[in-house]
Nanobody, 125 residues
Framework: QVWLVESGGGLVQAGGSLRLSCTPSGRTPRSYTMGWFRQAPGKERDFIASMNRDGDQIDYADSVKGRFTISREDAQNTLFLHMTNLKPEDTGMYYC??????????????????WGRGTQVTVSS
């Protein structure tokens, strides 16, 4: 069992920035392919970003390209999602996820094994 703990959410005005953090218990993020997902009320959980184990492959949803950055700090045992130029449509619960997949990034929620409880991001207009 892997416990993922997200933090860093909050209320921000449109155009603002936030940095989300995710820490797996007992393991480093590089032990898994990692991902970030977002779920708005009444909607499905959408893919946001993924980084493979080696850290040399990264993918983003089209809606966040150029605004969000996924990164990993192994010394801190932490995965980050740096979000800039936030828009009201970015509002939702943000989840960190870990996949045991090897190789490339993982884009689908069904392929992730471990999930955090989420951190809420609200962007006001």
């Amino acid at each position: 069992q892997v416990w993922l703990v997200e933090s860093g959410g909050g209320l921000v005005q449109a155009g603002g920035s936030l940095r989300l953090s995710c820490t797996p218990s007992g393991r480093t993020p590089r032990s898994y392919t990692m991902g970030w997902f977002r779920q708005a009320p009444g909607k499905e959980r959408d893919f946001i970003a993924s980084m493979n184990r080696d850290g040399d492959q990264i993918d983003y949803a089209d809606s966040v390209k150029g605004r969000f950055t996924i990164s990993r700090e192994d010394a801190q045992n932490t995965l980050f999602l740096h979000m800039t130029n936030l828009k009201p449509e970015d509002t939702g619960m943000y989840y960190c996820a870990a996949s045991t997949s090897w190789g490339s990034t993982v884009l689908h929620a069904r392929d992730y094994t471990y999930w955090g409880r989420g951190t809420q991001v609200t962007v006001s207009s």
